[in-house]
C-alpha cells in the first residue's frame, strides 16, 4: 500500500489508516485507537506482525502481507508486537 511504506506496519478501519508502528519489540505495545482495526498491512520484508486482542487470541501477518481482521468483529485489539522472525 502506497500509505503504508516500509519499515511500517499500518492499521486500518475501513480505508482509514490509524496507527502505524515500526519498532521490533519484546513485547506488545498498544495501539490505542487502532483497537477496532478490520485490517492491517504489514510492509516489513522479512519481519511477522502479532496482533493481540482482549480476548488473549493472536493472528500473526506475515510479511510483505495484508491481513483482513474483519472476521473478529467482537474483539478488541490490545497490543501490537513486530517481531524479526521471517515467518508466523
Not at 510492509?43 to 472476521?71: E, H, I, M, T, W
Request: aromatic fraction near 12%; charge should be positive.
Amino acid at each position: 500500500r502506497q500509505d503504508c511504506p516500509y519499515p511500517y506496519v499500518c492499521f486500518y478501519q475501513g480505508n482509514g489508516k490509524t496507527g502505524q508502528y515500526k519498532d521490533v519489540t519484546s513485547g506488545y505495545q498498544s495501539v490505542g485507537r487502532s483497537s477496532s482495526a478490520t485490517s492491517i498491512y504489514n510492509s516489513r520484508n522479512d519481519d511477522v506482525v502479532y496482533v493481540r486482542y482482549s480476548d488473549g487470541l493472536v493472528v500473526c501477518a506475515p510479511p510483505k502481507k495484508q491481513l483482513n481482521l474483519s472476521r473478529y468483529p467482537a474483539k478488541s485489539i490490545t497490543g501490537v508486537r513486530i517481531s524479526s522472525s521471517p515467518k508466523c
